[in-house]
């Protein structure tokens, strides 16, 4: 049996990114915000994928492996934003939800499941 704080924290992170992998198709803020990144290209792509991984994370409920790798997936899409961030010269304030699903999804990775 899962402890409820992990289950907490997996239904977190998997409703954080169902949303954000939706708005990365549905929100003209999200495609500004790509564009201005200049990575406007992949946004379709991180999409996906962050919706498929908040899939992940639900379906490792039951099958823990498929939630670590789902987890995983996110902790190193989130360090790759984080580069992304500090390519940018964002603020650390800009940076910080990048950098708390980084290490709340190394933590379900590493522990959770």
Do not use: H
């Not at 990114?17 to 708005?23: E, T």
């Not at 946004?43 to 492996?65: D, E, K, M």
């Not at 790798?69 to 990048?98: E, N, S």
């Amino acid at each position: 049996m899962m402890p409820s704080f992990n289950v907490a924290l997996i239904l977190c992170s998997a409703i954080s990114f169902l949303g954000y992998g939706l708005a990365c198709f549905l929100s003209d803020s999200m495609k500004r915000e790509f564009d201005s990144y200049r990575v406007g290209p992949l946004r379709s792509l991180t999409g996906g994928l962050q919706f498929c991984a908040a899939l992940g994370l639900f379906a490792g409920l039951s099958q823990p492996w498929i939630g670590r790798a789902a987890a995983a997936g996110l902790a190193l899409m989130m360090l790759v934003a984080v580069g992304v961030r500090i390519r940018i010269k964002d603020t650390l304030l800009q940076t910080t939800p990048a950098l708390f699903y980084l290490v709340l999804n190394t933590y379900l990775a590493l522990r959770a499941f």
